[in-house]
């Protein structure tokens, strides 16, 4: 599907299509979410529309908010989507959380409070994460595996990152790291120059 596709009559109804979806996820793995953060994600989906290439604007959320999500996913995993559970990371939460969340750990006061804390980020993202997956199959069928991939390549390099800290083996070989953070950081790039000759466009510059 096109940007040009989606700029043509079928642009209507297909917003209304998005929106839908996402609420129907919402409604799905998130029935007791609370109404002021229910608004807020539901609004940040309505923020896509403003772009007529909305392919590129819902995959760039969608990358923002797996790369945010994967390394708290790696150490509080959630049913909401697909990651593994890893022994080595898991039984070392504290000794992660102080090295690489110190400032979490400083405001919290405790490694209990941090990790309630760190957890409940998690869980917000892994919603968030849902929410971005549907909305982009909704926007096109084929992004549902796009997403799946991007989703393991952030899983990937957050391991590798959380074992780089505690300076224990990994499971990446440095050249499937330099592979994966390239080609994500590729198709962010790509995307945001996309946007953003969008809206240089639209503004008459």
């Not at 989606?6 to 839908?20: D, N, S, T």
């Not at 039984?91 to 690489?100: A, M, P, S």
């Not at 979490?104 to 409070?113: E, I, N, Q």
């Amino acid at each position: 599907m096109s940007a040009t596709a989606l700029r043509a009559a079928e642009r209507g109804p297909l917003i209304h299509q998005l929106l839908e979806s996402a609420q129907i996820e919402l409604s799905r793995i998130a029935p007791g979410m609370g109404a002021a953060e229910r608004s807020e994600l539901l609004g940040r989906v309505a923020q896509l529309t403003r772009y007529d290439d909305l392919l590129a604007a819902v995959q760039s959320w969608a990358c923002e908010t797996m790369r945010a999500w994967a390394p708290l996913a790696l150490l509080f995993p959630d049913a909401r989507c697909e990651c593994p559970s890893v022994a080595a990371l898991n039984e070392r939460i504290d000794q992660i959380i102080e090295r690489e969340y110190g400032h979490v750990l400083a405001a919290a006061g405790s490694h209990r409070a941090a990790r309630e804390l760190l957890a409940s980020d998690a869980a917000r993202l892994s919603i968030e994460v849902a929410v971005a997956s549907a909305v982009a199959a909704s926007v096109d069928p084929a992004l549902a595996q796009w997403a799946s991939g991007f989703s393991a390549q952030a899983l990937r390099v957050a391991e590798y990152l959380h074992r780089n800290a505690l300076g224990i083996r990994q499971s990446l070989t440095d050249r499937q790291l330099m592979l994966d953070i390239t080609a994500m950081t590729t198709t962010q790039r790509d995307l945001r120059s996309r946007l953003h000759l969008q809206l240089r466009a639209a503004s008459g510059a």
